[in-house]
């Protein structure tokens, strides 16, 4: 029942933690951390783990999943998804709610945490739909589901148009100490749009997606979190427009926080001069210089989390012709890969905010830090993450682990392999 993983570097940002060490695990928590911890009477008859000088880290907590069950299991289920997760270092997920039929229902939040639980690998938090059956028309009953184990309220994948219910949404989840998780989108902007709308689109002759479809609902949603004091998170934000909105409403001390997608770091719309849906996505991949937006906002703390919006579609829904093509791809699997690759080689953040990013400040985002999750700390379960930040991999079929493959990143090879995975001190990856 108890583990001791030597000769590893110790990042745990919640604590200023970066440096080389070892870490007890007993009875499923975090015992103690320390320089050699093989004389501490605690580590007697523990199991010994040599990192061999790889990064061991808190678990992974991704805000933003889509694992398609109940209703589209040959897309994903909670199994499949929860086995890339932690193949990713992914020990918590937050699972939206755009099911089949939606979670707006006690008993669908109950049937999924059920069957995570089966699986038995990594932490699975539902999220519930801020309307009844995502209409958009009158509030879900959050109370109840809040009791039943929803973390958070979304209707992603649906904008919620009507301001009146947003509004009584942000301040009926005030008084529950939840967050709104925002799906930024006017659909009468956005209208048949499969693209960033810009000269790339022009140029092909595709309708877009303007800008202004995330940046206009942005504004609103900021004036009425400001108007309740409710807690709006803003899911996936890919425009300069909306990440300097949010840095404003920041520094005016609103209640908002926000997630960005490695897919919206790493890739422009050029991209869609491929005509492969793999590329598609909603909202879409923007321009050069949102890039370099989402990038500065990583880099000067606008951003609270990077989360993968993992999105399976099963190749129907891909290999058609690009304007009839699902939304959505894939990320758990990817995620450390390109924030190593993209923001910690090429000096964007360091590694311990990289980390903190996908840990400590996620866990925070959605109050999972009062379980404990997101840290290293003594006494906190032993979610751990062990890779080698140099190891590479490479992104193919036998590599990703969900159901799916809709990944725009086929081929590309990468730093950081995870080599270990362990959720309540239980190894679930490697």
């Known amino acids: 029942m108890s583990l001791l993983v030597k000769n590893v570097r110790l990042v745990d940002p919640a604590q200023n933690l970066d440096g080389p060490g070892s870490l007890l695990v007993v009875e499923g928590v975090v015992a103690a951390i320390g320089a050699d911890l093989e004389g501490d009477p605690l580590a007697a008859g523990a199991d010994i783990l040599d990192g061999g000088g790889a990064v061991l880290a808190p678990g992974f907590v991704d805000l933003h999943v889509h694992f398609r069950e109940p209703g589209q299991t040959r897309k994903e289920s909670i199994e499949s998804g929860s086995r890339a997760a932690v193949a990713g270092g992914f020990t918590s997920v937050c699972a939206m709610a755009n099911t089949k039929p939606v979670n707006d229902s006690v008993a669908i939040t109950e049937m999924m945490l059920s069957r995570a639980e089966k699986a038995g690998l990594c932490r699975y938090f539902p999220i519930g739909t801020v309307s009844r059956e995502m209409k958009g028309e009158e509030l879900a009953d959050m109370g109840t589901l809040k009791a039943a184990g929803c973390v958070a309220f979304s209707?992603?994948?649906?904008?919620?148009?009507n301001s009146a219910l947003m509004r009584r949404a942000l301040e009926y989840t005030r008084w529950l100490?939840?967050?709104?998780v925002a799906h930024e989108e006017d659909r009468d902007l956005a209208g048949k749009g499969y693209m960033h709308e810009g000269a790339v689109s022009a140029s092909l002759g595709c309708l877009g997606i303007p800008?202004?479809?995330?940046?206009?609902?942005?504004?609103?949603?900021?004036?009425?979190?400001e108007h309740t004091g409710g807690h709006l998170h803003l899911a996936h934000l890919s425009t300069k427009g909306s990440?300097?909105?949010?840095?404003?409403?920041?520094?005016?001390?609103l209640n908002v926080t926000c997630e960005v997608t490695p897919h919206h770091f790493a890739l422009s719309d050029r991209e869609l001069m491929k005509f492969d849906s793999d590329y598609?996505?909603?909202?879409?991949?923007r321009t050069e210089a949102d890039i370099q937006a989402v990038l500065e906002a990583l880099a000067d703390g606008t951003v609270d989390a990077i989360a993968t919006d993992h999105a399976?579609?099963?190749w129907d829904d891909k290999e058609v012709e690009l304007p009839i093509a699902a939304f959505g791809v894939i990320g758990l699997e990817t995620a450390l890969p390109l924030t190593l690759e993209l923001l910690v080689n090429r000096k964007v953040i360091s590694l311990a905010r990289a980390l903190a990013l996908l840990s400590w400040k996620p866990a925070q985002v959605f109050h999972l830090d009062r379980q404990g999750l997101g840290s290293l700390r003594s006494g906190a379960p032993a979610d751990l993450v062990l890779f080698d930040p140099e190891a590479k991999v490479q992104v193919d079929r036998a590599f990703i682990q969900s159901k799916s493959y809709n990944t725009p990143f086929k081929g590309w090879s990468l730093p950081g392999k995870v080599l270990g995975t362990w959720v309540g001190g239980k190894r679930v990856w490697g």
Do not use: C, F, S, T
């Open 280 to 285: 598609k996505m909603n909202p879409p991949l």
């Open 177 to 180: 100490e939840v967050p709104v």
């Open 211 to 225: 800008a202004a479809a995330e940046e206009a609902m942005v504004a609103r949603d900021l004036v009425l979190a």
């Open 312 to 314: 399976p579609h099963a």
């Open 155 to 161: 209707d992603d994948g649906m904008p919620i148009a």
């Open 243 to 253: 990440l300097r909105m949010v840095r404003e409403a920041k520094a005016r001390g």
